[in-house]
């Protein structure tokens, strides 16, 4: 069996999603399953090169996983030839600047969303990355999802007949931070810092919705601030300047309404964090993260109104569970060999920075829609 290495600097890996998701249980979990696999029964490890800008943390990292790569100098990262491959998953705000850099080393891309602040900023990223001929991806990470994968499979198998709508709900409390430490990282308040759900989520409901079930051309959002203060990671209050609910309906090709609640301000009475109910013609199905239940139209219920009587029917249990029938992998970890197939072998992965760019054009729709009380149009 031939193995062969692609290196990959990783910048951002001193962060949640960097770190978690994408060098511990991706690239390293890639790398301990003997690499991907090429469709001539070529391996590809991956060996990362970490960057960032406490060199104390990089070497901890390093150091507990084994690594001996790490730099705070980027520059001089991405001059490194046995490194092809640039991945960031830095806050927002500093992305573009160091993908600029990246595109001008010559190096392939993959990034976390969003690819940039502005559809201005991911289109100048995605013109870059053509004319310099790298190849290019943005994180899908939803559409790997158990859930999703079974949505999908039910939309292909033409379950639902003709689709109707689509509901979804997303979202948690996120703490204060006051009397209990927030759970997320405070920049994500915070405007100026790149925050906001509608930024963070309409990216992933772009992708979600134009690979399920249509693509979006128009969005009515109202965003809000719900809790306008917030307390910080070092105990410091401050201003939340940036959206954490947002409201939405989006229109897509085809007449099918989805309406996705976002928030950061919601307690869970659902089964998952994220929950779509998708209605059809012919059968309704309610996906999660993981799980996915059906009601096909020969075994719909019929409700009568009547709030004179307690109810008796129990709607949830009338529903069927999808079987997995496969074995799902970490989303992140599955994207991520795709995409190395894609550099090595020129596997399709769909997912380039021009859908990246359709994803932020959404966010950036939603938060004009809000602000101007309009339905927003979006260029097909
Ligand atoms: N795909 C997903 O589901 C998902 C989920 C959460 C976040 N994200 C994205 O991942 C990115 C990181 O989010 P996170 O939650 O891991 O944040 P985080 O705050 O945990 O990590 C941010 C990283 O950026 C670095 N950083 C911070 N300020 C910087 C600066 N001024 N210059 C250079 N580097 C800086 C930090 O050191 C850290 O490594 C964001 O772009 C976010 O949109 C994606």
């Given amino acids: 069996m031939t193995v062969r290495t692609l290196g990959v600097v990783m910048n951002g890996v001193t962060g949640r999603m ?28 991956l060996e990362p090169l970490l960057v960032g800008r406490n060199e104390a943390k990089l070497a901890e990292i390093a150091e507990r996983h084994g690594l001996t790569r790490w730099t705070t100098d980027l520059d001089a990262a991405l001059s490194d030839d046995q490194f092809p491959l640039y991945f960031d998953a830095q806050l927002t705000n500093v992305r573009e600047k160091s993908i600029v850099r990246a595109i001008g080393a010559g190096r ?3 990034t976390e969303k969003p690819v940039a602040e502005s559809v201005e900023g991911a289109l100048d990223l995605a013109h870059r990355a053509a004319e310099a001929g790298v190849k290019n991806g943005v994180v899908h990470d939803k559409l790997y999802l158990p859930g999703l994968l079974k949505l999908k499979r039910l939309v292909d198998s033409g379950f639902f007949g003709r689709i109707l709508s689509v509901r979804g709900e997303f979202g948690y409390w996120v703490f204060e931070g ?28 772009n992708y979600v919705l134009e690979n399920l079930f249509g693509q979006v051309h128009s969005v009515i959002a109202k965003t809000t601030t719900h809790i306008p203060s917030r307390v910080d990671e070092r105990g410091a209050r401050y201003d939340a300047t940036a959206d954490d609910a947002a409201y939405a309906i989006f229109e897509l090709d085809g007449g099918v309404v989805a309406q996705l609640n976002s928030s950061w301000c919601v307690r869970v009475h659902r089964d998952e964090l994220v929950e779509f109910q998708v209605d059809g013609t012919h059968g309704s199905a309610v996906a999660g993260l993981h799980g996915c239940v059906i009601q ?85």
């Fill in 18 to 45: 960097g770190y978690r998701q994408h060098l511990v249980r991706s690239v390293l979990a890639i790398s301990e399953q003997g690499g991907v696999e090429l469709a001539d029964g070529t391996r590809v490890r």
């Fill in 108 to 110: 392939h891309i993959y």
């Fill in 178 to 205: 006051d009397w209990q430490a927030a759970q997320r990282p405070s920049w994500n308040y915070r405007a100026e810092d790149g925050g906001g759900i509608t930024v963070d989520m309409f990216c992933h409901w």
């Fill in 296 to 380: 096909p139209r020969e075994a719909t219920p019929k409700p009568v109104w009547n709030p004179d009587l307690r109810e008796t029917q129990s709607y949830r249990d009338q529903w069927q569970e999808v079987p997995d029938n496969a074995a799902f992998e970490n989303g992140f970890k599955a994207q991520w060999e795709q995409f190395v197939r894609h550099v090595v072998e020129d596997a399709p992965h769909p997912y380039d920075f021009m859908a990246g760019v359709r994803g932020i054009r959404l966010a950036q729709a939603g938060l004009e829609s809000s602000r101007t009380n309009q339905r927003i149009e979006l260029p097909r």
